[in-house]
């Protein structure tokens, strides 16, 4: 399955999408079952995670709401672009940086993972399209 046509399937404005996430095309960027062995590192309350154009989604999320999968898959694209603007070193580098700058505030886990810039990122382009 691809991105692109869970989106097309959920009636999303992908001609917005697209401008917000240019050059990701979402036909090309992969959806997959997240292996069981993945999501026992999972975090409580994480449903998916971005691996350069692949998106792992728990399995539950990936078979159930298709609305709700497609707001999850517009949050994710974000940070396939990301991945693509930064490469893998500065995106994994800004992504730990934020996170601890965050518990080095007095943040506790929970708000240091939101607080971090490029997932404050994602929400807001996924907020558009609720």
Same mark, same amino acid.
């Given at each position: 399955?691809?991105? @692109?046509?869970?989106?097309?399937? /959920?009636?999303?404005?992908?001609?917005?999408?697209?401008?917000?996430?240019?050059?990701?095309?979402?036909?090309?960027? /992969?959806?997959?079952?997240?292996?069981?062995?993945?999501?026992?590192?999972? @975090? /409580?309350?994480?449903?998916?995670?971005?691996?350069?154009?692949?998106?792992?989604?728990?399995?539950?999320?990936?078979?159930?709401?298709?609305?709700?999968?497609?707001?999850?898959?517009?949050?994710?694209?974000?940070?396939?672009?990301?991945?693509?603007?930064?490469?893998?070193?500065?995106?994994?580098?800004?992504?730990?940086?934020?996170?601890?700058?965050? $518990?080095?505030?007095?943040?506790?886990?929970?708000?240091?993972?939101?607080?971090?810039?490029?997932?404050?990122?994602? $929400?807001?382009?996924?907020?558009?399209?609720?």
């Amino acid at each position: 399955m691809n991105a @692109g046509r869970v989106l097309t399937e /959920s009636g999303v404005d992908t001609d917005e999408l697209r401008a917000l996430i240019h050059p990701i095309q979402p036909e090309q960027v /992969s959806l997959r079952s997240a292996p069981r062995l993945m999501m026992r590192f999972w @975090g /409580s309350g994480i449903k998916a995670m971005t691996l350069r154009r692949r998106i792992f989604v728990d399995p539950k999320v990936l078979n159930g709401d298709k609305a709700k999968l497609s707001l999850l898959v517009i949050h994710e694209l974000v940070h396939v672009r990301q991945w693509h603007d930064l490469g893998v070193l500065g995106f994994l580098g800004r992504y730990l940086r934020s996170y601890l700058r965050g $518990r080095r505030d007095g943040l506790n886990h929970r708000d240091s993972y939101r607080a971090i810039d490029l997932e404050v990122e994602a $929400r807001e382009i996924q907020a558009r399209f609720r």
